[in-house]
């Protein structure tokens, strides 16, 4: 399958290298077109692109950038990109970082928001989980204890694609129903950064509490950001899973 890649931090490298590893071909771009590029494609094994050209003739794009830089993407970036092709949003929405956005704050749904900026459909995939998660801790499919990653979106049939990148990076895909319904693996949630598998995951989105969500997100920012010490991947996930006690299936 052919892949652009938008951003090449932690999430959007992570899944470049998982997906040129898996034998797609890839392409990714930054706001960078130089020799930075060049180097980070390098190792990722991608192939570096202009972001006008990282959009086409390929099958899925995804997105990988914080919330505050979707709206700077060229407006028509999408213009010529055909119907068919998936656009993938893994953003995360954080105050503290991404500056006050009415829409988010009122409550809508980010990938919601994200495809109305883009004015096409996005799915939502690769946010639930940390950089960390995604590089070491995937498996083979059929492995006991997968972690599992959500996906959301209006169109079941790009849903089942995306569930099968989802299933090459080594995690289970779980669909947690229409794009609106993708607040329930926002920040803030049970299925947020928890490392849970595909049983827990599904109980996860019925425990989510849309309204309680955002203090909790900015709770975790502060609390963890007060820290003398950048707490580990585990203190991160441990942490996490005990904001909500009730996450597992059993």
């Given amino acids: 399958m052919k892949i652009g890649i938008i951003g090449t931090g932690a999430i959007g490298g992570t ?9 797609h071909s890839v392409k990714v771009a930054n706001s960078d077109n ?15 692109s202009s972001l006008e050209d990282v959009v086409n003739n390929v099958d899925v794009i995804i997105l990988s950038l914080p919330t505050v830089a979707i709206p700077t993407l060229a407006k028509n970036l999408f213009s010529s990109v055909p119907d068919n092709v998936i656009v993938v949003d893994t953003s995360n929405y954080y105050p503290f970082r991404d500056a006050q956005i009415e829409d988010l704050q009122n409550g809508k749904a980010e990938s919601v928001w994200v495809s109305e900026q883009l004015d096409r459909p996005v799915i939502k995939a690769f946010n ?18 997968r972690i599992a990653m959500a996906i959301a979106g209006n169109d079941e049939d790009a849903k089942k694609i995306i569930a099968g990148l989802v299933n090459d990076a080594g995690f289970d895909a779980v669909d947690s129903g229409s794009l609106e319904d993708s607040w ?3 920040p803030g949630t049970p299925a947020y950064c928890t490392e849970l598998d595909k049983e827990e995951l599904k109980v996860s989105f019925d425990k989510a509490d849309k309204d309680k969500a955002p203090a ?9 950001g007060s820290r003398t010490t950048y707490p580990s991947h585990q203190e991160i996930v441990e942490y996490n899973r005990n904001l909500f006690t009730d996450n597992h299936a059993n």
């Fill in 128 to 145: 639930n989980l940390l950089a960390e998660t995604l590089l070491n801790r995937g498996k083979e499919a059929g492995s006991e204890n």
């Fill in 15 to 23: 899944i470049a290298k998982k997906m040129v590893t898996a034998g």
């Fill in 216 to 224: 909790i997100r900015d709770k975790v920012v502060a609390e963890l």
């Fill in 184 to 186: 329930r693996h926002q």
């Fill in 34 to 48: 130089g020799d930075k590029l060049k180097t980070r494609a390098r190792e990722l094994g991608a192939q570096p």
